[in-house]
């Protein structure tokens, strides 16, 4: 019953911004701390950035921090990840997740969207 569904992936220019958003249905939003992931061909699954249900913590991947900011609107059940700065190595599909607990760890999370593709082109 649980259902993400992630929107705003795209084709868009080095340097260039995105804000992807995965609105989530099936669930009690707001005791759910929410994730990103991402995968390319060839690589595996990596976290992005998480956030706890109350927003007051967040995590995120080192090769992403200060270029993008995970946020959520617990009161439109939808989790944002703000992208800035972006580069070529940041293409990938992106994975909306929920979970009890912030965590880097896939396994951490419960329920998974179907993801949105993010290109960067230089």
């Known amino acids: 019953q649980v259902k993400?569904?992630?929107?705003?992936?795209?084709?868009?220019?080095a340097g260039g911004s995105l804000r992807l958003s995965c609105a989530a249905s099936g669930l009690t939003f707001n005791s759910q701390s929410m994730g990103w992931f991402r995968?390319?061909?060839?690589?595996?699954?990596?976290f992005v950035a998480a956030i706890s249900w109350s927003g007051i913590t967040t995590l995120y991947v080192d090769?992403?921090?200060?270029?993008?900011?995970?946020?959520?609107?617990?009161?439109?059940n939808t989790v944002y990840l703000q992208m800035n700065s972006l580069k070529s190595e940041d293409t990938a599909a992106y994975f909306c997740t929920g979970g009890r607990i912030v965590a880097k760890e896939s396994r951490a999370w419960n329920?998974?969207?179907?993801?949105?593709?993010?290109?960067?082109?230089?």
């Open 63 to 76: 090769s992403v921090k200060g270029r993008f900011t995970i946020s959520r609107d617990n009161a439109k």
């Open 39 to 46: 995968q390319s061909p060839g690589k595996e699954c990596e």
């Open 4 to 13: 993400l569904v992630e929107s705003g992936g795209g084709s868009v220019q």
């Open 111 to 122: 329920y998974w969207g179907q993801g949105t593709q993010v290109t960067v082109s230089s």
